[in-house]
């Protein structure tokens, strides 16, 4: 219990850093929700018919620049994942944050978890729903599905 009252007093001490705090959790749900329906929007429509994910012709044209775009791509998803977490506690929408990051950086079984996911009913649904607000085909999956 003391330390929650030392944490209370010091951030009443220091209001600028809730304020900031604030702020960030406000950017940073924005650009999740803004981030989310890009990277729907850009998903091939065919990404979820095969079982293993296909490589892409530009990262077998150009590696340097795969590698760079693999390396920024996962320090924001560890950074969203990081914010995400603080904003379990803070003001802002932790979990939507934390699965913006969780798409966005590499890890073995990724391709699966996402197949899983778009297994639901709902959230294929939904997938689509954003697709079709950007002009998009709707997305296509198996038929296991």
Same mark, same amino acid.
């Given at each position: 219990?003391?330390?929650?009252?030392?944490?209370?007093?010091?951030? %009443? $001490? /220091?209001?600028?850093?809730?304020?900031?705090?604030?702020?960030?959790?406000? @950017?940073?749900?924005?650009?999740?929700?803004?981030?989310?329906?890009? @990277?729907? #929007?850009?998903?091939?429509? !065919?990404? @979820?018919? !095969? %079982? $293993?994910?296909?490589?892409?012709?530009?990262? $077998?044209?150009?590696?340097?620049?795969?590698? #760079?775009?693999?390396?920024?791509? *996962?320090?924001?998803?560890?950074?969203?994942?990081?914010?995400?977490?603080?904003?379990?506690?803070?003001?802002?929408?932790?979990?939507?944050?934390?699965?913006?990051?969780?798409?966005?950086?590499?890890?073995?079984?990724?391709?699966?978890?996402?197949?899983?996911?778009?297994?639901?009913?709902?959230?294929?649904?939904?997938? *689509?729903?954003?697709?079709?607000?950007? *002009?998009?085909?709707?997305?296509?999956?198996? #038929?296991? /599905?």
């Amino acid at each position: 219990m003391e330390f929650v009252n030392s944490f209370i007093q010091w951030f %009443s $001490e /220091h209001p600028e850093i809730l304020i900031g705090l604030g702020i960030s959790s406000i @950017f940073i749900f924005l650009l999740s929700i803004l981030g989310i329906s890009w @990277f729907v #929007a850009n998903i091939p429509d !065919d990404y @979820f018919l !095969d %079982s $293993e994910r296909k490589p892409t012709k530009w990262s $077998e044209q150009k590696p340097i620049l795969r590698l #760079a775009v693999i390396f920024g791509k *996962n320090i924001i998803g560890l950074l969203l994942i990081i914010g995400g977490l603080l904003m379990l506690v803070l003001p802002g929408q932790g979990l939507l944050t934390m699965v913006t990051g969780l798409l966005l950086i590499n890890y073995p079984g990724k391709y699966r978890l996402e197949q899983k996911l778009v297994s639901k009913p709902s959230i294929f649904k939904t997938l *689509n729903w954003i697709r079709l607000k950007a *002009n998009k085909p709707p997305l296509k999956r198996n #038929a296991t /599905h």
